[in-house]
């Protein structure tokens, strides 16, 4: 078959804390889940509908995969640039198929389009010291 293509691009929000697994040849792997969401109007309620879906994405370039680990956490919202890897998956009679977007080399990529707003924090008290 010529001219084939399999390219991926999302714009989403990382839905938890990337994830860094070392793996048995030295590399490492990051992952993260993330969400993107469509809306629209409901022609028969008037209602806005949203519906969120959720990707697996696997980093396995080493230098996309620590910007991501300094840079990323959830709630920032990126641009993906990947291919899409479907893989069979066994847990004893049950069997099912897990879709990942990968980021491997050339044509992938992971643009950070705004980082997830800062967690404010109470400031403490002054702890009064002994004398």
Do not use: Y
């Not at 109007?41 to 806005?48: A, L, M, V, Y």
């Amino acid at each position: 078959m010529r001219g084939t293509v399999n390219r991926v691009i999302l714009v989403g929000n990382l839905g938890k804390d990337p994830l860094r697994e070392d793996m048995e040849n030295g590399a490492s792997r990051v992952s993260f889940p993330l969400a993107t969401s469509e809306s629209w109007s409901d022609q028969f309620q008037g209602k806005r509908k949203q519906m969120r879906e959720w990707h697996q994405i696997v980093c396995l370039d080493q230098r996309l995969a620590d910007l991501t680990m300094r840079k990323c956490r959830k709630g920032t919202q990126v641009l993906v640039e990947g291919r899409l890897r479907a893989t069979l998956v066994s847990e004893g009679p049950a069997q099912w198929v897990r879709s990942e977007i990968v980021i491997d080399g050339s044509g992938c990529d992971i643009t950070i389009l705004e980082l997830s707003k800062p967690i404010r924090r109470k400031a403490r008290k002054p702890r009064a010291r002994k004398s």
